[in-house]
């Protein structure tokens, strides 16, 4: 903050940049390239990659998002992802701003531009600037923007030792905006933060029936007693392109009898306690065992095989798989 014994000062342009250069110097990010059709091009420097306040996705939360992977110098699942985002869009009344084929080449000059060869890719859809108001203002224009960055990173341990998760005490979003991937991410972050202080890895909604929801910025599923795949319905959490994937690739593991099933159904919170297996999935994360639920181990409180199988072929998928989109750097 400002010093509020100096004046507050109207500053000139050069010092607006100065300030922003100074903010990155503060906290370095590592953000490689941004697009914004607002700007109207790609940006390499992070002081640069800046959205207008009255963009209606940054006051009132109006906007959509989604995140793929970037793997060996290619676009992983993007269709997938821009799938959930057309839809998304949809359902927030956000007009797409081009054609699939458009936002498909700016996503991939955007990393090309980046020079990353392995990261994320996040991009999102504003429903424009122009008004503080609640409906978008007359003739705004809806923003797309692409950022291309290292991607969300999480400590080794979770994957050699397994991760502990809790119950959050926050509710779940209504469905609507549960299936919805909105940047109204409160509850999620709510939960997040909640797990950390009580020092634990993440949080896990519950819905109002007692089923089984979802992790913060992943999915959850199980493998039973009986060593069947269950994961929840759809109808109200984020259908998870990894998820997605997962449930296809898993019928390889129930082919060579790892697994006796894959379901998709309704998970009483008392029936997943009692899982041989809990697993979280999401683009970041990929596969992770969860060993601790409240406190109680799941199966014998060790990463189990299928969790290791599922990241195993998962892994495979993204180097090797039919769903990767070379970038022209
Ligand atoms: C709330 C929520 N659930 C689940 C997921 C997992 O989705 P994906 O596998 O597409 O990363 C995400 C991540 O986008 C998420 O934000």
Same mark, same amino acid.
């Given at each position: 903050?400002a010093n509020t014994t100096q004046s507050v000062r109207q500053l000139p342009a050069e010092d607006v940049m100065a300030a922003l250069r100074q903010l990155r110097a503060q906290q ?83 990393? !090309?531009?980046?020079?990353? +060869? @392995? =990261? &994320? *890719? ?97 999915n959850v599923a199980f493998v039973t007693a009986d060593g069947v795949l269950r994961h929840p319905k759809f109808d109200h959490i984020l259908a998870g392109c990894t998820s997605l994937?997962?449930?296809?690739? !898993?019928?390889?593991?129930? +082919? @060579? =009898? &790892? *697994? ?70």
């Amino acid at each position: 903050m400002a010093n509020t014994t100096q004046s507050v000062r109207q500053l000139p342009a050069e010092d607006v940049m100065a300030a922003l250069r100074q903010l990155r110097a503060q906290q370095p990010v590592k953000f490689a390239a941004f697009y914004s059709s607002q700007l109207g091009g790609i940006v390499t420097d992070p002081a640069l990659m800046v959205i207008p306040f009255d963009d209606h996705m940054v006051h009132r939360g109006h906007g959509i998002f989604d995140t793929a992977g970037l793997v060996e110098g290619k676009i992983y699942d993007l269709e997938a992802h821009l799938d959930r985002f057309e839809r998304s869009a949809e359902r927030c009344r956000l007009i797409m701003p081009a054609a699939r084929a458009e936002l498909r080449e700016i996503i991939s000059a955007t990393v !090309a531009a980046s020079g990353a +060869r @392995d =990261g &994320a *890719i996040r991009y999102w859809l504003s429903s424009g600037p122009g008004s503080l108001d609640l409906s978008p203002a007359a003739g705004a224009e809806p923003g797309f923007f692409v950022m291309v960055f290292p991607g969300l990173s999480y400590p080794e341990r979770w994957y050699t030792e397994g991760l502990k998760v809790m119950t959050t005490t926050y509710p779940i979003k209504p469905s609507l905006y549960a299936v919805t991937k909105s940047t109204n991410y409160l509850p999620n972050v709510l939960m997040q933060m909640e797990a950390k202080s009580a020092g634990v890895d993440n949080g896990v909604f519950i819905d109002a029936n007692g089923h089984v929801g979802e992790s913060s910025n992943m999915n959850v599923a199980f493998v039973t007693a009986d060593g069947v795949l269950r994961h929840p319905k759809f109808d109200h959490i984020l259908a998870g392109c990894t998820s997605l994937r997962i449930l296809e690739l !898993a019928r390889k593991l129930e +082919r @060579d =009898g &790892a *697994i006796g099933g894959v379901e998709v159904c309704d998970i009483p919170v008392a029936e997943a306690r009692g899982a041989r297996e809990m697993l979280l999935l999401g683009s970041s994360v990929k596969v992770a065992p969860i060993v601790a639920w409240d406190g109680a181990p799941i199966g014998d409180g060790k990463p189990g095989p299928i969790a290791k199988a599922l990241l195993a072929l998962l892994e495979e998928d993204m180097r090797t798989g039919d769903r990767l989109i070379p970038v022209n750097y």
